[in-house]
């Protein structure tokens, strides 16, 4: 009973975007030339068929024009965050510059910590001394369950 109430409550809701900030989206003008390709689409097919010679070259055409603005929004947003770190550079905001140069470089941060021996918290000098923990915890973990 109070599952379906709150269905429908959330179904009149309007929907927030999870991101927060500056998001990457489309302009009007690539949001235009999808609702005109679908109409054209639909007009063609009606007509011709959708795999007809006539519809091919239609989508074809609206593929190119689509495709062309999307790399211009791209291009866009590139530079407001090129922008975006520059201010911030001028300024002075140092956290702010270290937030825009990896989605610049699309690239993430590797967050995980190196493996430390855990009896000496030492971080283990490379590989081989690395899988000799993993087999001395292997068979300290098999001589328990057998």
Request: proline share 3%; aromatic share 6%; glycine share 6%.
């Amino acid at each position: 009973m109070l599952t379906e109430a709150a269905r429908k409550r959330i179904a009149v809701l309007p929907r927030l975007d999870k991101k927060k900030g500056k998001v990457r989206g489309r302009s009007e003008t690539s949001k235009e030339l999808f609702e005109v390709r679908k109409e054209k689409c639909k007009e063609v097919e009606d007509e011709y068929g959708s795999g007809s010679l006539e519809w091919i070259a239609m989508h074809r055409n609206f593929r190119k024009r689509i495709s062309k603005s999307c790399r211009d929004d791209y291009r866009r947003w590139i530079r407001s965050l090129i922008k975006d770190v520059r201010d911030a550079e001028v300024l002075g905001k140092s956290s702010d510059v270290t937030k825009g140069v990896p989605v610049l470089a699309g690239t993430k941060c590797n967050k995980k910590k190196p493996t430390r021996n855990k009896t000496t918290g030492v971080v283990f000098a490379g590989p081989d001394e690395l899988a000799q923990a993993w087999a001395d915890f292997a068979r300290r973990n098999l001589q328990r369950r057998h």
